[in-house]
């Protein structure tokens, strides 16, 4: 407890002098809040180093470039879309990528400030899991106590409080899932490096059980294979470390290896996954057009969004007129389902591809393979896997289409783009305190 107040006090002084800290701190906590957290950073970078240097630092830093193409080719893509409020509302939910860079660009931050930031991030993850713990216990309790007493309810969620949106209502179960794999890969590159009384080291694997228990009960698909690629890559970092002692990591792995069996034994995974391999990516083989299930929607979803890009591949509807798009093919399909709940393509890739055109789509790609091979290329493998973790995952959620993706990955790749000039090993022997 003594740790934890320190750790507040400190987070409090940090985000005097740098209120990006807080940024960190609020994404998986206090979602509504973070627009008047990024203002307050935004003032706090222009009055320390002014408008003009900045614009001269964006100016000479070209990895930031590949971010502000991208909300470029938007802002562009509202220009030929008839839907002009439905436009002005995507640019202003993409705006992090303009911010971003501007937040991060001339920072010259070491590498103890980049854990401060990952160390926000936990805490943030791990006060926002026991809220959402207790809640589910609560609401669960109370379930109970109405059935017992013939208390009409508005519905009766059981067990399921305590798994996906009933158990993070303020939070997409997946986004939420994405900064969970972050913190996941902060840690174990923490236990691999840090030198630490073997007191401390447990204290990380407890965290690390902490982090699977909550990938459980998020159930995010997409993020549960992210958490098995994160211990896998970590696992082979581990084995081609000769000077590293395996024993203190063994007990993480014992446990993971056990969670991933007790996970898959579990019917409710069970169930998600073989939606997965029972699904066929064809929509001629889907029975039912009205579904909602995820993965088979997915399938309607993503055929209606390629007749889209079939259409308009070079510069795409605009980045107005994709919703409007989408629902008229939905309707003219017969995907009652996908149509009822107005839902995007679910994959961010076909999404982008769909709104500006190829050169969207390959404006995409490249921020991702530009950050992804600058971080493998300096040895941050931190931020090369959460790159891998974030590019799988753009393949089942359009992430870039509401501010819970937008402000992680643009802060994220910013991140990333004021590290690469510097070439900065991600050194977790810095002195930060978990």
């Known amino acids: 407890m003594t740790k934890f107040k320190d750790f507040i006090f400190l987070l409090f002084q940090e985000f005097k002098s740098n209120p990006v800290i807080g940024i960190f701190f609020f994404l998986p906590l206090f979602p509504k809040i973070l627009s008047l957290v990024i203002i307050i950073a935004l003032i706090n970078s222009i009055s320390t180093f002014g408008f003009s240097e900045k614009i001269n630092q964006l100016k000479s830093n070209k990895p930031f470039w590949f971010i502000l193409l991208f909300y470029l080719l938007y802002f562009v893509g509202v220009f030929y879309s008839g839907n002009q409020k439905y436009a002005w509302q995507d640019i202003e939910t993409k705006l992090s990528f303009l911010v971003m860079p501007f937040l991060f660009v001339g920072t010259n931050y070491k590498t103890a ?64 899932s994405l900064y969970v794999c972050l913190v996941q890969a902060f840690l174990l590159n923490k236990l691999l490096d840090l030198k630490e009384t073997f007191l401390k080291k447990l204290n990380l694997v ?35 470390k000769s000077s590293f002692d395996r024993k203190i990591l063994l007990p993480v792995f014992v446990v993971f290896a056990i969670a991933l069996v007790a996970s898959f034994q579990s019917q409710k995974l069970k169930t998600n996954f073989q939606t997965i391999f029972t699904t066929n990516l064809s929509v001629q083989h889907t029975k039912d057009l009205s579904t909602t299930e995820s993965s088979e929607v997915r399938v309607l979803v993503w055929s209606s969004t390629l007749d889209l890009i079939s259409k308009n591949w070079l510069f795409g509807t605009g980045t107005g007129d994709i919703k409007d ?20 393509s679910h994959n961010q890739y076909l999404q982008t591809f ?44 359009s992430m870039l289409e509401v501010q819970a993706g937008t402000i992680f990955i643009a802060m994220f790749f910013s991140l990333i783009a004021s590290a690469t000039k510097k070439h900065q090993k991600l050194n977790t022997e810095a002195e930060v305190k978990i």
């Open 325 to 344: 798009e989408l629902l008229d093919n939905y309707k003219q399909k017969g995907f009652t389902g996908a149509l009822e709940k107005k839902l995007n």
């Open 206 to 240: 407890f965290i690390l059980c902490l982090t699977l228990l909550l990938q459980y009960q998020l159930l995010s698909k997409a993020g549960l294979i992210s958490t098995i690629f994160v211990f896998s890559f970590f696992s082979v970092k581990l084995l081609v």
């Open 113 to 176: 400030q980049y854990n401060k930031f990952f160390s926000a991030l936990l805490y943030g993850v791990m006060l926002s899991f026991l809220y959402c713990e207790i809640q589910a216990i609560y609401n669960y309790s109370y379930e109970m106590y109405a059935r017992r007493n013939n208390i009409l309810l508005d519905n009766y969620p059981n067990i399921n409080f305590f798994y996906t949106s009933y158990f993070c209502p303020f939070l997409h179960h997946s986004y939420f």
């Open 354 to 397: 769909a709104t500006i055109g190829i050169f969207g789509f390959l404006s995409l790609l490249a921020m991702i393979i530009y950050f992804s091979y600058s971080s493998l290329k300096s040895k941050n493998f931190v931020f090369f896997v959460v790159c891998v973790v974030i590019s799988f995952n753009l393949l089942f959620e």
